[in-house]
């Protein structure tokens, strides 16, 4: 059977084309992955800068001046250069980490072969995204590097202060155009990325795999991929608008009778509220673009390793559509803050309450898929029970938080730090560890090692609520987000301590991911072999050899007969029955 | 198209393997009607997150419009009228190639599809020459809110032009080289839908200036 799909592109020869400049999906979805392993570590770095400049805002290091000359003069680091940690931090983890590795990385390895496709719809635009992304980051990362450094206005880039350029301070000049023209581009390879998940879930699957016989993994980054598409859009747009405010002397977002510095602004007319609501409008979708995957990984190992199917298949889809489709109608939960009508801020906050139904059926669902189940507590398992667990804790606080009268205090406050650290930080990043602990067998052909991976996940573990749930507790009493400095202000001066707890925490916790990382290129060269099969799950990627040849199934169409949850099936021969298997 | 996404949805039973259709898993995945498939799916998505971002600059507009006293409307250069017409008879002219080529009249394709492309060309051409003229008449990108989203709107929709253009242009050449077959058709039908929606866009956009400047 012809198949110009993927036979567009045979398996190539040179070095160039099959590792760098690749058409396979699942080299692009490695080189997505290791783009964000490069990048969490980066964003790691700035956030143990972060921590250890607020309990030691003195301190003299003079690493620091021989990085930012101007930003450490002496050795101390300026509250600018802190603001641009941060922002960098943010911005590093939640684009470069949380909307790569999840969907781009894991989702470009194994959606085809979960689908019994041979390759994505389309090779070519999916190694442009890649490389898109790859020189958003570089754009990203030599902010640094301009004069002024880096920028100050934090992932959510509001104005006037991310609009009025350098004279509001030294990363608003080079820095924040930057900053924009990289996120700019990042939209567009999310785009692209989008195209092709969208077209390949819907036109690509193998015979006898209707939707409802779809992996809750693939469901996941089918609906991630259209928040996406609707969400980048918006946010590319708002972009095109602040560029303009800043290159072109526009005013979108900038008011009349601006006084910055001792100086006033030639703008006039413009709002910067119009900049959050466009930005929240892809905001809050933004963070299930971050969490929905880990969702699907989440749901796909709870039932594996349960020996048991996943309960309420069908409620989990529309869970997941549900989120997806309310996403779009709570953005106004970041701004109750903004002076909004209470009316609206009372219809956001129905709303926002509203996502909490699926949210809620999802976690159930999980609880209800343990329960009872022979549950194998491997690596992989555990991170996703972590996931489980983080997600519930974070998803409380955000009940709080989309209370208008509550969010008035807390806004702004340590709260909404360790809010969305549990939920969109952690619990996504547990999603990644759970997914690289489980499919690295399929991808290398060993198993990482299992006493570093539970080590490893239990300190981490340990360590992230040590770090985040403090935050709370920090933000009911008042303590501000986004200062760099704690210690001058007496109604905190109680607090410090949990600071400096907070801070060995992290310390400590940054220190442990040097296990994860010594376990991943250690067992790609030394971990114990693996079999075909090694978790005795049911998918498509589970038939086929580890790693899987160039065309995935060489050459065949595989025929699904099976849902992908087939577990201690009554009658069965063996515990589970692969989606291949004869109906 | 046997089962629809919809029927998927609903029934969620596997369609019994014989039968062709529309996703839903029943069809070849690497057949060429799965290409097909795709590549129309992957223009609609294409053109799902072109009308977002529009979207997202017209609620801006009418934001921006309704926020402040600084508001004033940008006089329409004359040419645009010209423009519209071009680009909507190019339109037509790419409808009649795709049926030209449809019922196999080769030659009748080229000469409607090359002259699609050129008052594609004419309309960029013209669309240039609205610009100069609003900076003639004291119009810039930062005079006033309403100059600022006429300029952003329509050097959007240009950009987009350009890319149909490239299109076009591309099955131009395959089309004097010969290498019009039957492969190539979806690459004729995806490029003709996406310049009918950029002559819709543009009709839109002319309504948003005329009636709210
Ligand atoms: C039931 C679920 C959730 C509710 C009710 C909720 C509610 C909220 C509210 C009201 C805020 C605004 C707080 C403020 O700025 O004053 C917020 C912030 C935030 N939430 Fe959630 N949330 C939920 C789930 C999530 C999830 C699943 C994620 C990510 C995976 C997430 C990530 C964030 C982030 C990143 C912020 C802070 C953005 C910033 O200001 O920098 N939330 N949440
Ligand atoms: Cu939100």
Known sequence: MSSPVVAAHGAPKGFIRRYIFSLDHKVIGIQYYFLAVFSVFLGMALSVLMRFHLVYPDAKVSLFEKLWPTGAPGGIMTPELYLSLMTMHGTIMVFFVLTTAPQSGFGNYFLPIQIGAEDMAFPVLNMLSFWTTFLALVVMVAAFFVPGGAPLSGWTAYPPLSAVGQLSGPGEGLGQTFWIISIAIFCGASLMGAINFIATTIDLRARGLSLMRMPLTCWSWLVTAILGLLGFAVLLAAGVLLLLDRLAGTSFFLPAGLLVNDQILNHKGGSPLLWQHLFWFFGHPEVYIAILPGMGVASQLLSTFSRKPIFGYRAMVYAILGIGFLGFFVWGHHMFMSGMNPYSAFAFSVLTMSIGVPSAIKTFNWIGTLWGGRIRFTTAMLFALGFVSLFVTGGISGIFLGQPALDLYFHDTYFVVGHFHMIMGVAAIFGMFAGTFYWFPKVTGRFMNETLGKIHFYLTFLGVYAIFTPMHYLGISGNPRRYADFTNFDFLGKLLPIHTFMTHAAFFTAAVQLIFVFNLFWSIKKGKPAPMNPWDATTLEWTVPSPPPHDNFAGKHPVVNHGPYEYSVPGAARDFIMQSDPA | ?213
């Open chain 2, 1 to 213: 198209m046997g089962t629809s996404i919809t029927s998927d949805i609903a029934g969620g039973v596997a369609p019994p393997p014989t039968t062709q259709g529309f996703g839903g898993g029943d069809g070849e995945p690497g057949g060429r009607g799965a290409h097909r498939r795709a590549s129309i799916t992957g223009l609609m998505v294409l053109l799902a997150a072109s009308v977002m971002m529009f979207a997202a600059f017209s609620s801006a507009f009418f934001v921006r419009r309704g926020l402040s006293n600084d508001w004033v409307d940008t006089p329409l250069p004359g040419i645009l009228w010209v423009n519209t017409g071009v680009l909507v008879a190019s339109s037509l002219m790419i409808e009649l190639a795709r049926r030209a080529l449809h019922s196999g009249k080769r030659a009748a394709f080229n000469r409607y599809w090359s002259a699609a492309t050129i008052m594609g060309l004419l309309f960029l051409g013209g669309q240039y020459l609205a610009w100069q003229q609003l900076n003639a008449a004291g119009y810039y990108l930062a005079t006033n809110p309403s100059s600022s989203f006429f300029f952003v709107l329509t050097c959007t929709h240009a950009v987009h032009l350009l890319g149909g253009i490239s299109a076009l242009g591309y099955i131009d050449v395959q089309a004097l080289l010969l290498r019009l077959g039957p492969g190539k058709r979806t690459a004729v039908d995806v490029s003709a839908y996406f310049w009918h929606f950029l002559a819709a866009i543009w009709i839109y956009l002319m309504a948003l200036f005329l009636f709210w400047g």
